[in-house]
T-cell receptor, first 112, second 115 residues
Framework: DQQVKQNSPSLSVQEGRISILNCDYT??????FLWYKKYPAEGPTFLIS?????DKNEDGRFTVFLNKSAKHLSLHIVPSQPGDSAVYFC???????????FGKGTKLTVNP | DAGVIQSPRHEVTEMGQEVTLRCKPI?????LFWYRQTMMRGLELLIY????????DSGMPEDRFSAKMPNASFSTLKIQPSEPRDSAVYFC?????????????FGDGTRLSIL
């Protein structure tokens, strides 16, 4: 069973607009969530994270929102840039564990 | 600073052959992870080590797969004998564990094709 789900395989937005990537999880034991970005032929790179004690974390153009009651998190990119075009992975871990569980990714395309 | 280094970047071999993938973690990191990425299953954890000791190998698909970490700066993932269904991209990642939520840093992967 998939504990971390990214239901949109792809997303296309215009440069300058907001990109919203969504992620749902099923395991209530998860208490830390991360977003990774991946370019072709490269490994995933860490982007931003959030602890379950928070509902928002911001880093420049990137903001992650967490809704624990809905078991849902989202990544907002504002404004979107063509260089943001990549596959974005949501990941989650339980407290005290180092194991990350990844979603299958959403391919973001930002059109100039 | 050097990131996680994996070799080879690409490997093409015939079914039944032994395959060895190599990983050098970031210096100072004490946790090392092996992942496999496929279209069907996405990115899945195979095994991880902490301070060179295997902690969780529940993701290793079967006995044909084995992993070692003889020292803090080197790990191998071996498949023997290899099968076409092992074709995937294999990633190694490392992190600094021991309190706090440190992100894992990934290498650029080994693309493995078994003919």
């Amino acid at each position: 069973d998939q504990q971390v789900k990214q239901n949109s395989p792809s997303l296309s937005v215009q440069e300058g607009r907001i990109s919203i990537l969504n992620c749902d999880y099923t395991n209530s034991m998860f208490d830390y969530f991360l977003w990774y970005k991946k370019y072709p032929a490269e490994g995933p790179t860490f982007l931003i994270s959030i602890s379950s004690i928070k509902d928002k974390n911001e880093d420049g153009r990137f903001t992650v929102f967490l809704n624990k009651s809905a078991k849902h998190l989202s990544l907002h990119i504002v404004p979107s840039q063509p260089g943001d075009s990549a596959v974005y992975f949501c990941a989650a871990k339980k407290g005290g564990s180092e194991k990350l569980v990844f979603g299958k990714g959403t391919k973001l395309t930002v059109n100039p | 600073d050097a990131g996680v280094i994996q070799s080879p970047r690409h490997e093409v071999t015939e079914m039944g052959q032994e395959v060895t993938l190599r990983c050098k973690p970031i210096s100072g990191h004490n946790s090392l992870f092996w992942y496999r990425q496929t279209m069907m299953r996405g990115l899945e954890l195979l095994i991880y080590f902490n301070n060179n000791v295997p902690i969780d190998d529940s993701g290793m698909p079967e006995d044909r797969f084995s992993a070692k970490m003889p020292n803090a700066s080197f790990s191998t993932l071996k498949i023997q004998p290899s099968e076409p269904r092992d074709s995937a991209v294999y990633f190694c990642a490392s992190s600094l564990s021991g309190g706090g939520n440190q992100p894992q840093h990934f290498g650029d992967g080994t693309r493995l094709s078994i003919l």
